[in-house]
Nanobody
Framework: QVQLVESGGGLVEAGGSLRLSCAAS????????VGWFRQAPGKEREFVAG???????IYADSVKGRFTVSRDNAKNTAFLQMNSLKPDDTAVYYC??????????????????????WGQGTQVTVSS
């Protein structure tokens, strides 16, 4: 069992930055892929970015070049650095974890249903 706790959300002006953290319990954090998802009011949950246990990264086109995902396995923590924020980035941001791997990783990492553990979410609001 893995418990995830997000932090770092808040209110920021367009063009600003925020850094989200996802702290995980458990001793095997490095085997898990961590995915970041977001959900805006009235919209479905969407993939933002993901990072594998060994550090492979993948991003949604909408955030590529602006967001950076990283992890510190020694501290059981993953991060989402968000720069050049836009009002369209306003949403509740969730981190999720699952033991994904193999040739299907690229397909699995973007699908919410493939994740076993979820955090409670943190609100990010970008004002124009």
């Amino acid at each position: 069992q893995v418990q995830l706790v997000e932090s770092g959300g808040g209110l920021v002006e367009a063009g600003g930055s925020l850094r989200l953290s996802c702290a995980a319990s458990g001793r095997t954090f490095d085997v898990y892929t961590v995915g970041w998802f977001r959900q805006a009011p009235g919209k479905e949950r969407e993939f933002v970015a993901g990072i594998g246990g060994s550090g492979g990264e993948i991003y949604a086109d909408s955030v590529k070049g602006r967001f950076t995902v990283s992890r510190d396995n020694a501290k059981n923590t993953a991060f989402l650095q968000m720069n050049s924020l836009k009002p369209d980035d306003t949403a509740v941001y969730y981190c999720a974890a699952a033991a994904l791997g193999g040739v299907q990783w690229d397909r699995q990492v973007v699908r919410p249903d493939d994740y076993d553990f979820w955090g409670q979410g943190t609100q990010v609001t970008v004002s124009s």
